[in-house]
């Protein structure tokens, strides 16, 4: 990505609501502009660029046609969907602002991803998250049977399943996103990034706080199995099939199954980056691989 | 779960004929009562509700048209599929007991799981269970084609990939159940809880019996990969993100890729309760760091 | 499978132009033929044989036409995407020669491939490979968003997913396949068999070679993660469940996690069959256990 | 149509349950047959034959399937009317009877109906009629908001407009079908033939009786309007166009707008045949001349 | 119609904006009632009754589900039509209160109009006119070319064929409906009832002014042709079948192929009821028949 | 229509093969122009035109998206109607030459045509004229089963029936077009324009020659109906609402039910222009009245 292009994107701190509008007007007036440009050089996609995004006048809308698109079944109509999206976004703005910093993720993040229009309609992860947000709304607002419904219709459709009642901050990349599962539970923070097959799982059949705190800028690779109320501290790293039960402190890298600390559980290795946005995935091979054998 | 509200369920013996009718009974009417319920507080969702449970007159037609809906595909029509359920669940009574112990199942083992209609309409893995099993009396019928066409369906809208061969038990939870595999000589007994991406796959191209044997109250963590014709015995645990490879003597817990023993392979530890239906997970941490560190 | 049914599939070397003329005419008319005895065997499937097969004149017409109806949605219509496909396929021959290829694969390789049709029809791995080569081309042309959309909705269909741009071979066998992920600039040989949830990923964030390169003949065990730009020589084979960081040389054995050589970095034990082809997965067990215990 | 192929057919008196259940029957078997060859001379079709006829097991079902496939909506899902259409074929024989007397009249009387199965499958006012005997039933079991949807549905999609509470008779033809409109207290008898654009109107927004009553065997040509609560004596004939405000004797023709009885009131011309068998459309014309200039 | 159930309704003015308020809550609040009361009475409707009505918060939005998902097509999603309809309604009060006039029309002149929540769901003729009141808007805003896609589809679905540009007032009703035409120039005033297969048709090639003009509470029996641009006074009333060429005066009657006015071009007869208000469709026959012969 | 915009249009004789290419690359061209205008100006329609017409490469391949499209149903994927229009238009020239004569005449004749788009998007008429026409072909093939299927499809979706034995020429307006129906031996010359609601109905139940034959330029008024193999001479009109059972010579007019010709039977009234191209419905006005009163 030209540095150029995104010259908008890096920001040391959080944008307040005016930056916020600011922020998110260059953001869909990107993705009209990609969407132009692509609907001109291929025809035969042109149709589908404007009924999910040239036809619309925001984000919002374009979200809400989308995902209601996607998510509709034979006995859950688009137009039941589209409505409840709309409404949704139209009267809680933080839903918008917080799709508009995961894509900022996927764009920044994802080398594969071309743009933010290529974001938008094609992650299931970027589309499933949103529409979690929807359903955790509705949860919140104690209507849970409709919740659950969307719920299901997420899991049926991306093969992502996040409970509607878990809480999920900003700046988040599924990246791939297949067979992601994110119990009720579970807390993930801002500027994660976690991989496909990633399971936030719980400890059983009793009921209560049972599932992972995930802190801010974490990164969980493929695979990787989270289970229980355990901590993942900021800015830690949980390496590609590993299956976690502990703690991990902060800017450490847990690996493997049973997954244990890199450097050891009394002084493990502490990493200077910010793993969930630098998506450094194997750095941590060769110190691992001193560690084993 | 408050105890009284399911105080029908908990039998130390299976029901007879007659319990079972009574049993079907009693949790269809719930099923009722909790769709009327919802319809009430949500208008929204009222629709979706009457049309796949209140509009019904019992749980085999309503389970047949959610079914129905939920597998149709453009060139296998939705009347067609819910014909072929229909069929089969007045045909054979126990298709409905063993939808009824895994309402049952999923609502006693599962602490996310809010009410019986909440696994009926929105567990893909409660579903794609029940599905398999019409499959799977098509497969004995000798009518292998139309098994595996179903096969093929619920694999790709539930992406739970149970071959028409395999036996299933009763009362079993698929908990999440994206990306679980179940290959054709598979066996799983009764009261077993599988979790997603569990794979009970074959050793090779060559044909015959070549699946795990799963038996009575096993549970199985997620991502859990069990390979060859091997045992797995009666309330037996195996470890989330474990590759199974041996056999497993009955109440005991294998973990770790490769999966060994907890308590080692001479006399591994044996705990008291059905890990299939207690769903402890994890409770063999600290054996298990005990057993490899 | 007897062996006199496919008397005309193993061949030495790879057939010539006018051989595989010959191979896909001979491959077109067993799938008619088995369509036509199973339409007969089972009214309530004729509809749907005939629909996807019988009503078409080739291979080509009858793999667009499923395809298109099954990857369709709402905002991207099956008569849109027949086109697609149809063109795709009319224009390079190549494609229809891998999708033979594949066929023959899955045919010949699992135990559990009762016809070619069973293949054609239902095996979600075969039908997102198809529409991947059809992707792939679309990339090569420079129509990437068209491309992307593609990816998308494989994606989203068959939870497969496979970046455009990756090259893959022929006689491919994407067995289960449900959430398979393979990168931007992954490279798979031929005559690979590759099981289900199985990771091609890549490093991070950096763009450029990131991702795997596997040999011919590999074969990659169920819910196996190789990532970064490292080589899976010929021949060799990938545990399942196991974390590949690590060149793997030809014809031995990485498992674990982290994945290690059976029989050491050093010396690493080397096997004499093609495990992409036989399809061995556990011979390796007795190795393995002695090697780690 | 050679009478060698329908030596069943004509009857001078109406058949038995017995002989009703043999008819039946042997129609049945006629549509299979010819449903058959034409799927093995046009594949293009087969699949088509297949889902709507050669898949069912008897009339009832074929109908219903057909009735709800092209009935059903968005709202107004396809298994909820082929539930309701095979409910009612199944608990009310006459309504089978009715349709295969349909048939039958089509297919004697109409020289462009080439087979039962091609009436069955394409006949606008043969369906329209088939459904409105079910809406009709729906209609005396005081479901009237149910039956008024299914007229609804009837007006919408065949441009038939049927009010449930009309009494039809057997043996009628609605030949082309579009744009008829029958009113509520309307009563058709057996064995009439009515073209398109026929009215049977009310006389203004005064409830009760307020609608014309057919006699056994009248012939309606197109675009007549009758309105009133007059009666059209048995086998009387109605010219295309006529606009009727009068009761018509048995035998007599009805002609011009507003209409007159050919011969003259005093002493009209009677004929012999019985026009809604015969479906003399024109045999009136030099009378007609006569009477007029 | 008890009288008692529509004591809002006989109002001797039009009602003004605060009347109108109140009127159209008090309608709205009438058809829920009726939803609700059907829906408990009829669980087969009740999914269906909830999703058009019972799960909408005002006739607005119920009214442009409704329209969104008859309208559509696979080419012009229910999602487009949805929004497209809310915003015409949401900016222009006008449309809902024509519309609940045009409820009014139909309760009070149709002896079949069984409740208002009947003629929202199922009247095509009400659906047809409130969906060209959107189209009108759209072209009197110069969006010709949506405003005639969504003419071709209300054509296309109801078989009324109402030209955007058309003006219609309102407590109109379009009874049947069926083959209604009505062309570019033409206009209708308040309260007048137009049957099935009624043309205001044009003279020809010519452009400009050259269709009907129907002044208020006219009566258009079934089948009438009206060409070119005459004048139809208040109150008058044109015999079904009739051929109108010229201008009918106020309060008078036309009747014929061609037509001519009851009581001579002279001296015709006047009536003094307003015949689009009583729907009195016949009681002109003695004078007609007087007339003629 | 400004003449400078139809320059390409009046011809005096009929194109040869190669005017004929020039003249539907030119129409096309004008398509492709009107649809960008109205995309651009209008984005809520602009994926709808481009699925329609901007992302394909021909007249022939936007037909065959849009009547595959719009005549598709639940047992008739748009995929295999796509197919056969695509085959057909491709295999016979002519069937496309008629659709741009087609586009022409209403583009001339009809006043509220306001673009060659609007037509080939929005006409009923035209629409299933074209189908018409694949139909004609395909039971000239001896493809019967197939022709009549395509039949009721276009009679249901359009309320257009013309039996797909009858002969159209080229030229033809169906202007409204709901409610024609043309029965099995009826003969259209070119040039004809024939309103809504016309009848070319048979005589009866005597199967052979039995349906009316028009000539070259006739126009034939809203509602009439003509019965029989009678013969309309070329340039006659036939007025609205007449019923016509006799032989109308060319440039004469019939009008009434019955029809008679305007100036009498021995020494009718002969016009100049061609009605079928002027549409001038109701120039005969004043000597209809003459000769009436």
Redesign the interface.
């Known amino acids: 990505m030209p540095a150029g292009e995104l010259r908008h994107l890096p920001q040391s701190s959080p944008p307040n609501a005016a930056e916020f509008d600011e922020e998110e007007a260059w953001v869909w007036s990107q993705i009209k502009a990609e969407a132009r440009r692509?609907?001109e050089?291929?025809?035969?996609?042109?149709?589908?660029?404007?009924?999910?995004i040239?036809?619309h006048s925001s984000l919002e809308r374009s979200l809400s046609?989308?995902l209601?698109?996607?998510l509709?079944?034979?006995?859950?109509?688009?137009?039941?969907l589209?409505?409840?999206f709309l409404n949704a976004f139209s009267s809680d703005p933080s839903l918008c602002s917080a799709a508009v910093a995961d894509l900022r993720a996927a764009r920044?993040?994802?080398?594969?991803c071309?743009s933010f229009s290529?974001c938008l309609?094609?992650?299931?992860g970027f589309l499933a998250c949103q529409a979690h947000r929807v359903a955790h709304k509705l949860w919140t607002q104690q209507?849970?049977?409709?919740a659950?419904?969307l719920?299901?219709r997420i899991?049926?459709?991306?093969?992502v399943?996040i409970?509607p009642a878990a809480k999920i901050g900003k700046g988040i990349l599924f990246d791939?996103a297949?067979?992601v599962?994110v119990?009720?539970t579970a807390v993930i923070g801002n500027n994660c990034s976690i991989?496909?097959?990633v399971?936030l799982?719980?400890?059983?059949?009793?009921?209560?706080d049972?599932h992972p705190k995930i802190g801010d800028g974490v990164l969980i690779?493929?695979?990787a199995?989270i289970?229980?109320d355990v901590k993942i501290g900021e800015g830690a790293k949980i390496?590609?099939?590993?299956?976690v039960?502990?703690d991990v402190p902060p800017k450490t890298t847990a690996?493997?199954?049973?997954a244990?600390l890199v450097g050891g559980k009394e002084k493990p290795a502490q990493h200077e980056d910010v793993p969930g946005e630098?998506?450094?995935?194997?750095?941590f091979?060769s110190e691992?691989?001193d560690y084993?054998?």
Chains 1, 2, 3, 4, 5, 6 share one sequence.
């Open positions: 692509d609907a050089a291929e025809p035969a996609l042109a149709s589908y660029l404007y009924s999910t040239l036809s046609f989308h209601g698109n996607k509709c079944s034979s006995t859950l109509l688009s137009t039941l589209y409505d409840l920044v993040r994802d080398p594969a071309v290529h309609l094609n992650y299931k209507r849970r049977p409709l659950l419904a719920h299901s899991s049926d459709v991306f093969a399943d409970h791939h297949t067979g599962v119990g009720e991989l496909h097959h399971t799982g719980g400890t059983g059949k009793v009921g209560g049972r690779g493929a695979g199995t289970l229980g390496g590609s099939g590993s299956v039960l502990i690996v493997g199954n049973p244990r630098s998506m450094d995935h194997t750095s091979i691992w691989s084993i054998i």
